[in-house]
């Protein structure tokens, strides 16, 4: 059984910043990749970022291209979502998921066990 505990989530002034964290129970965390979804009320989950068993290939949304920055600690079954220059619209619940495979994916198929989800609210 795989226990992903995401944290980190919280209220933050537009501009701002916040880290997230996932972490995971499970012994071959370091064999899958790992991504990061985000549903905002009324609209489907959608990709954020994903990162490949050694952290060697990580993939954006375009939307938060350039302002999150994904990475892993596969010593202490870590990933973590630094989120940068932050926006009301990045306003959402946040999903850590992981991988089926090594190979980081931008789709939501690709991963087989999720989160419970951290709220994220960014003020205006």
């Known amino acids: 059984q795989v226990h992903l505990v995401e944290s980190g989530g919280g209220l933050v002034q537009a501009g701002g910043s916040l880290t997230l964290s996932c972490a995971a129970s499970?012994?071959?965390?370091?064999?899958?990749?790992m991504g990061w979804f985000r549903q905002a009320p009324g609209k489907e989950r959608e990709f954020v970022a994903a990162?490949?068993?050694?952290?060697?290939?990580?993939y954006y949304a375009d939307s938060v291209k350039g302002r999150f920055t994904i990475s892993r600690d596969n010593a202490k079954n870590t990933v973590a979502l630094q989120m940068n220059s932050l926006q009301p619209v990045d306003t959402a619940v946040y999903f850590c998921?992981?991988?089926?495979?090594?190979?980081?994916?931008?789709?939501?198929?690709?991963?087989?066990?999720w989160g419970q989800g951290t709220q994220v609210t960014v003020s205006s």
């Open positions: 499970v012994r071959t965390f370091s064999n899958y990749a």
């Open positions: 990162i490949s068993w050694s952290g060697a290939t990580t």
């Open positions: 998921a992981r991988g089926s495979s090594s190979m980081a994916s931008t789709m939501r198929v690709a991963y087989n066990y």
